[in-house]
């Protein structure tokens, strides 16, 4: 379960803190990928691992010393993630890429509903894919925003592992189950 933590400063929305992720925590047995975007992360890496996140992912542009912060997520025995904004290069994180156990390449800028998913993401996502695949990094490589029956199969193909779907999920017509059941067949490879 991806969880938006906006704090109103790094992104203009603002959603919830821990006590919302503990409450999540209490209801499920599925990992928790809580994504920060927020100032100074390393202020608030101990509440939310206390409240339950499997995976905490900060942002690149948020981050003054990177491996420090991913170090301190690791140490405390939880998956460390980061993201980047689309305008954001590559080459910000590629020298912290062995470090990471997750990549969030997001697809829209965070924190601003009802955008579009950028088009040139794929070539983006697909640099990242052969960066991490030359190196043998074998981080997860997830895609936010603006994900849809469309888009998925782009963001899939260019080498995305993960996807965060919100609107096409819960806004789907025939509910959550049939949307993730749909989504899933239009990333499901082709049989041969």
Not at 22 to 40: N, Y
Not at 56 to 72: G, K, M, P, R, Y
Not at 112 to 126: D, G
Not at 149 to 162: D, E, H, N
């Amino acid at each position: 379960i991806h969880v938006y933590i906006m704090d109103g400063h790094f992104v203009p929305s603002i959603t919830w803190g821990p006590r919302t992720v503990e409450a999540i925590k209490r209801w499920t047995h599925l990992p928790l990928d809580v994504h920060l975007m927020v100032q100074q992360p390393e202020r608030h890496i101990a509440s939310f691992l206390d409240a339950g996140a499997d995976i905490l992912t900060v942002h690149a542009e948020a981050c003054t010393h990177l491996h420090w912060i991913l170090a301190q997520i690791k140490e405390r025995g939880a998956k460390a993630g980061v993201a980047i904004n689309p305008g954001t290069s590559v080459a910000t994180i590629e020298g912290a890429l062995q470090w990471m156990d997750l990549v969030l390449v997001m697809t829209v800028n965070p924190g601003l509903p009802a955008q579009k998913f950028i088009p040139e993401s794929p070539k983006k996502i697909a640099r990242i894919r052969h960066i991490m695949d030359t190196r043998g990094i074998q981080a997860e490589l997830e895609v936010d925003g603006g994900i849809n029956f469309a888009t998925a199969p782009l963001v899939a193909r260019a080498g995305a592992q993960v996807v965060v779907a919100g609107s096409a999920v819960f806004d789907h017509p025939d509910g959550i189950e049939a949307a993730i059941r749909m989504l899933k067949e239009r990333l499901a490879p082709p049989e041969a």
